[in-house]
Every structure is written in structure tokens, then in C-alpha cells.
């Protein structure tokens, strides 16, 4: 894993990066969106420690459901995430695909 440093404070991701993000969401299905990094954000917990969120962006949606979250959240774009994206999914058999499955085959050809 590459860091860069900012501050002093180790960044996992960079602005304008393309990541897999988890929905986060706790009361929805656990699945990961194609996402991008629009910030990275220095805040400080509870405790007073530098902590890092990321403001992300999940692709394909308003930018009013773009949301700040920690670094668990957020994956590399990597072909091993890829397919932990796709079995997740599957496990979640997420509305949105079924959704879009209904229109694939009900609309004109």
C-alpha cells in the first residue's frame, strides 16, 4: 500500500482517486460502489487524535448521497476488491441490479 503523507498524517487514498467504497449505511445491504475521492478530510475524533474521512463520491449517484467516511471503508480498485464487490452483490442480490434487470428486459430491444 502506497501512503502519501499530508500533515504528518498518513493518507491511504488521494483526491480524484477511483476506490470501491462500502454502503455506509448500517441498516442497508453491505455491498461496495465504484466510488471516487473528491477530499480528504482531517478531522479530530473524540480524543483529540488526527483522523482522516474521506468525502466520497459514488459513481452514478446525486452528488446529494456523496458522504464522508473512515478508511474501512474505503478499498483499492483492485481486481481482487472487483470480485469481493461481485460476491457481495450477489450475497446482497441488491434492488438496484434487480431494478435495472426488470428494465433490460421489459424495454424495447
Not at 504528518?8 to 461496495?32: I, M, N, Q, W
Not at 459514488?58 to 461481485?86: I, P
Amino acid at each position: 500500500v502506497i501512503m502519501v503523507s499530508t500533515r504528518g498524517v498518513r493518507v491511504k487514498f488521494s483526491e480524484g482517486e477511483r476506490v470501491l467504497c462500502y454502503e455506509p449505511d448500517p441498516t442497508k445491504a453491505k455491498v461496495l460502489y465504484d466510488s471516487k475521492v473528491l477530499e480528504v478530510v482531517f478531522n479530530k475524533d473524540g480524543k483529540g487524535r488526527k483522523q482522516i474521512e474521506y468525502l466520497i463520491h459514488f459513481q452514478g449517484w446525486n452528488a446529494s448521497w456523496d458522504r464522508c467516511v473512515s478508511e474501512d471503508f474505503v478499498l483499492k480498485d483492485t481486481d481482487e476488491n472487483r470480485d469481493l464487490q461481485r460476491q457481495l452483490a450477489d450475497k446482497a442480490q441488491i434492488k438496484l441490479s434487480m431494478k435495472s434487470n426488470r428494465v433490460l428486459i421489459g424495454g424495447p430491444l
